[in-house]
T-cell receptor
Framework: NAGVTQTPKFRVLKTGQSMTLLCAQD?????MYWYRQDPGMGLRLIHY???????AKGEVPDGYNVSRLKKQNFLLGLESAAPSQTSVYFC??????????????FGPGTRLTVL | GQQLNQSPQSMFIQEGEDVSMNCTSS?????WLWYKQDPGEGPVLLIA?????ELTSNGRLTAQFGITRKDSFLNISASIPSDVGIYFC???????????FGGGTRLMVKP
């Protein structure tokens, strides 16, 4: 049981390049999330998904797109990378929330640098 | 924007000392959570609080859900080197809603 995995672990892009970050979970969780972490800012939600085929915007969605074609995978895309997108990206997943908080399990993160 | 103010931003303490950190908000949250992030890893849930006034312990960690529902506190007793990391508070307004995270408290422990 690997939990939540992220690919790649590190990446350096030039301004204007595109890339896709892959998140996979083997816990059969309905909810998946993408966050970015910047110093002193905590984690900010980019996009999330409440189930296969559905996505929704979070707090900071601009410049990112996502897709959830399979329940276990959640992809984060950057179409034209900008230096402001230099950050550490975390994926998380949780069970369907019904009446109470369901723990979010986080992946190990992807460190992205945009030059 | 970010709604949770976490303090202090960083702490450098001696092994064996107790640690206190807190999280405040201008709005009410119905669930408060405390996460720890080890260097190079993702955050891991330490304690979840569901009721105003609730005091919950997990080993040397104790967290409290403020009575106003606008704050929460985390205490670590007798710190050890493996307590090093970033501690995040997070709040949830209603079941099913997304989490709002604080900016984190970076804890450093000197052996």
């Amino acid at each position: 049981n690997a939990g939540v995995t992220q690919t790649p672990k590190f990446r350096v892009l030039k301004t204007g390049q595109s890339m896709t970050l892959l998140c996979a979970q083997d816990m059969n969780h309905e909810y998946m999330y993408w966050y970015r972490q910047d110093p002193g800012m905590g984690l900010r939600l980019i996009h999330y998904s409440v189930g296969e085929g559905t996505t929704a915007k979070g707090e900071v969605p601009d410049g990112y797109n996502v897709s959830r074609l399979k329940k276990q995978n959640f992809l984060l895309g950057l179409e034209s990378a900008a230096p402001s997108q230099t950050s550490v990206y975390f994926c998380a997943s949780s069970l369907l929330a019904e009446g109470s908080y369901n723990e979010q399990f986080f992946g190990p993160g992807t460190r992205l640098t945009v030059l | 924007g970010q709604q949770l103010n976490q303090s202090p931003q960083s702490m450098f303490i001696q092994e064996g000392e107790d640690v206190s950190m807190n999280c405040t908000s201008s709005s009410i949250f119905n669930t408060w959570l405390w996460y720890k992030q080890d260097p190079g890893e993702g955050p891991v849930l330490l304690i979840a609080l569901y009721k105003a006034g609730e005091l919950t312990s997990n080993g040397r960690l104790t967290a409290q859900f403020g009575i106003t529902r606008k704050d929460s506190f985390l205490n670590i007793s007798a710190s050890i080197p493996s307590d090093v990391g970033i501690y995040f508070c997070a709040g949830q307004k209603d079941a099913g809603n997304m989490l709002t995270f604080g900016g984190g408290t970076r804890l450093m422990v000197k052996p």
